[in-house]
């Protein structure tokens, strides 16, 4: 087999190094990209719970009003007797 250049030969374990060191970049970057994409998307998803427990807790505060509107405007009131 023939023997390759010396200056070849020096070149070519920097050039797999530098190219797997390049990969391992690439591989981070994207890695960052998707827990960004997911931090992102769990964000969206706990401002839209507090919407919905906001909502929810409104209409928990408005029940017992509704409650004695009912009970006001029942045609057969609740009395004690019942």
Do not use: C
């Not at 023997?3 to 970057?29: D, I, N, R």
């Amino acid at each position: 087999m023939p023997e390759l250049p010396s200056g070849l030969t020096e070149w070519l374990p920097s050039g797999f190094v530098t190219a797997f060191l390049g990969l391992l970049w690439y591989e981070q970057k994207a890695g960052e990209a998707r827990l960004n994409k997911r931090m992102d998307e769990l964000r969206e998803d706990l401002k839209e719970l507090r919407r919905d427990q906001k909502e929810t807790r409104q209409k928990v505060d408005e029940l017992p009003m509704k409650i004695l509107e009912l009970l006001r405007t029942a045609k057969h009131p609740v009395t004690p007797e019942r």
